[in-house]
T-cell receptor
Framework: QKEVEQNSGPLSVPEGAIASLNCTYSDRGSQSFFWYRQYSGKSPELIMSIYSNGDKEDGRFTAQLNKASQYVSLLIRDSQPSDSATYLCAVLYSNYQLIWGAGTKLIIKP | KAGVTQTPRYLIKTRGQQVTLSCSPISGHRSVSWYQQTPGQGLQFLFEYFSETQRNKGNFPGRFSGRQFSNSRSEMNVSTLELGDSALYLC?????????????FGPGTRLLVL
């Protein structure tokens, strides 16, 4: 089992719809969770971090964390073509090592 | 506040050569991590430095090494380059305060080995 798992995609979503990206992790002691966006040929940029169970909203982005089920998700509302990118999930494990998922490629179709 | 900077941005080397990449973290950040990314691959963790000490290391051969200076700037070195070392090398810095470990990435160095 991979330590942090993401569906590689591509995930195709119509413009204006909600894009839902999921990530599962194996370390129950993990406390910090991050979503990054990476455009082709560019470096990853932080979208959101979440530390507590529940939802955290920032503009069109909502991160959801469920520690009991060991998953974290990212919702993108009103998806735009500019949201097309690879989304990386990162989890800070209890040994303080940041573990990365392989990323989900998201395509927003106009 | 200036972001993470990496030099050089692009590099072409031949097999067998060695290369040194440089990373300057965000001011006040004490932790620097290095990653390798190849097309279609996720981020492969190389190593992390904190206060001039290697704190974590990924599963890369000994040809890959690094160091951190007292001003938190970091360098990584790859000796005896192989074709498979062609990749985007990313550096990320974090404040390392508490458990948040938010990492901020530099633009990367794209290395091509011929």
């Amino acid at each position: 089992q991979k330590e942090v798992e993401q569906n590689s995609g591509p995930l195709s979503v119509p413009e204006g719809a909600i894009a839902s990206l999921n990530c599962t992790y194996s370390d129950r002691g993990s406390q910090s969770f991050f979503w990054y966006r990476q455009y082709s040929g560019k470096s990853p940029e932080l979208i959101m971090s979440i530390y507590s169970n529940g939802d955290k909203e920032d503009g069109r982005f909502t991160a959801q964390l469920n520690k009991a089920s060991q998953y974290v998700s990212l919702l993108i509302r009103d998806s735009q073509p500019s949201d097309s990118a690879t989304y990386l999930c990162a989890v800070l494990y209890s040994n303080y090592q940041l573990i990365w998922g392989a990323g989900t490629k998201l395509i927003i179709k106009p | 506040k200036a972001g993470v900077t990496q030099t050089p941005r692009y590099l072409i080397k031949t097999r067998g050569q060695q290369v040194t990449l440089s990373c300057s973290p965000i001011s006040g950040h004490r932790s620097v991590s290095w990653y390798q990314q190849t097309p279609g691959q996720g981020l492969q963790f190389l190593f992390e430095y904190f206060s001039e000490t290697q704190r974590n290391k990924g599963n890369f051969p000994g040809r890959f090494s690094g160091r951190q200076f007292s001003n938190s700037r970091s360098e990584m070195n790859v000796s005896t380059l192989e074709l498979g070392d062609s990749a985007l090398y990313l550096c990320a810095s974090s404040q390392d305060s508490g458990h948040q470990e938010t990492q901020y990435f530099g633009p990367g160095t794209r290395l091509l080995v011929l």
